[in-house]
């Protein structure tokens, strides 16, 4: 079992913070965690990454590119849901338009 400090993401609690499973990346090294919280519109994610520690991400997890650079994620954007992916090493994120889910494909 490794060592070190264990800090909750999401737990359950009075102001209704409530975290989806995690969703491992192609290679199984990280995870994204989406949560919502009671009140908040939209979702949050984090992605937790061995060596390079958690980093928050504005949008709902959606999917992992097939070589794990970059992710999916759905952001409410002037009430209307958006298809976002964000470049993990550069953080950079382009805008897709509206819509809701989505899948990657190698093709």
Request: zero cysteines; proline letters at 8%.
């Amino acid at each position: 079992v490794p060592s070190g400090a264990i800090t909750p993401v999401a737990t359950w609690d009075p102001a209704g913070t409530n975290a989806g499973p995690p969703i491992a990346s192609p290679d199984g090294r990280s995870v994204v965690i989406s949560y919502d919280r009671e009140g908040e519109r939209g979702y949050r994610s984090i992605l937790i990454k061995p060596g390079e520690g958690v980093t928050e991400l504005d949008g709902g997890i959606e999917a992992w590119a097939p070589d794990g650079s970059a992710v999916l994620l759905v952001r409410v954007v002037d009430d209307t849901p958006h298809m976002i992916v964000v470049d993990l090493a550069t953080k950079k994120e382009k805008d897709l338009g509206s819509g809701w889910g989505g899948v990657w494909t190698t093709s």
